[in-house]
């Protein structure tokens, strides 16, 4: 790898470390950049869920504030997330590559509208019954199909936790953002776990995407924790929207 590969793998990966903290969908900055340098995608998807893995663990410590009084949350919807997880990581090695591509700007696209809609439809749900700390039954559900999602391609899976602890949570958006930066860690973890077993990263590009990706983590943090709701709902939005064009334009 050349120096200017290095430096360009690097810096994508301080920008992903970033925007997963305060939102998600940090992929979008190191995955093209891996495919540009000649990996293939599979390559690129494994080395890319690796090296974002330490990123999430420090967006998520940054948070820790945010964190207190939600362990029963994150014990009960980790599990989930750590099972949907691999769930995706077993896709990954044994379906063809374009199977699942197709219909992820679809799902971004769906998530940004969820978050888009979430005031109304918290509403709604609430008229019809009272609002639930833990999220309700189907919650787990919806994050287990997450974590199956980002186990295999995690483009854009802090959008879609974002949307779903949103539209089912009564809480600060703050709260739930600290919450989808742990799921994420726990999905991204075992993914990582399972990718280094049964699949071959390139390490030269999990080492500089993990270094940048930890950088931008804390970096994220400290930014995402200053904006106002209306603010952090309004940039996940923007991003996520962003996101699916990107996808579409390339797919």
């Known amino acids: 790898m050349e120096v200017?590969?290095?430096?360009?793998?690097?810096?994508?990966?301080?920008?992903?470390?970033?925007?997963?903290?305060?939102v998600g969908s940090g992929t979008l900055f190191t995955f093209p950049v891996l495919l540009a340098?000649?990996?293939p995608p599979i390559t690129a998807t494994v080395s890319n869920s690796i090296g974002l893995a330490p990123g999430s663990l420090s967006g998520a410590l940054g948070y820790r504030r945010e964190l207190r009084g939600q362990r029963g949350r994150v014990l009960r919807l980790g599990v989930m997330s750590l099972f949907g997880a691999l769930g995706g990581g077993v896709l990954l090695v044994t379906l063809p590559s374009g199977v699942f591509e197709r219909v992820v700007p679809v799902l971004i696209a769906g998530a940004c509208l969820l978050i888009i809609l979430q005031p109304k439809i918290s509403a709604w749900a609430r008229k019809r019954r009272p609002a639930k700390p833990d999220g309700g039954r189907l919650l787990p559900l919806g994050v287990l199909g997450a974590g199956v999602y980002a186990g295999y391609f995690a483009a854009a899976q802090g959008i879609v936790l974002m949307s779903l602890l949103g539209t089912a949570m009564d809480d600060d958006v703050q709260r739930l953002n600290?919450?989808?930066?742990?799921?994420?860690?726990?999905?991204?973890?075992?993914?990582?776990?399972?990718?280094?077993?049964?699949?071959?990263?390139?390490?030269?590009?999990?080492?500089?995407?993990?270094?940048?990706?930890?950088?931008?983590?804390?970096?994220?943090?400290?930014?995402g924790r200053r904006l106002k709701p209306v603010a952090l709902r309004g940039l996940i939005v923007?991003?996520?929207?962003?996101?699916?064009?990107?996808?579409?334009?390339?797919?």
């Open 238 to 251: 923007a991003v996520g929207l962003s996101a699916a064009v990107q996808l579409l334009i390339e797919w």
């Open 37 to 39: 340098l000649g990996y």
């Open 4 to 22: 200017w590969e290095a430096l360009a793998v690097l810096a994508a990966g301080i920008g992903a470390g970033a925007v997963n903290a305060v």
């Open 178 to 223: 600290a919450l989808k930066n742990c799921l994420a860690f726990i999905v991204n973890a075992t993914a990582a776990v399972f990718y280094i077993f049964f699949a071959s990263p390139a390490w030269g590009a999990v080492a500089l995407i993990a270094a940048g990706s930890v950088l931008g983590g804390y970096a994220g943090a400290s930014l």
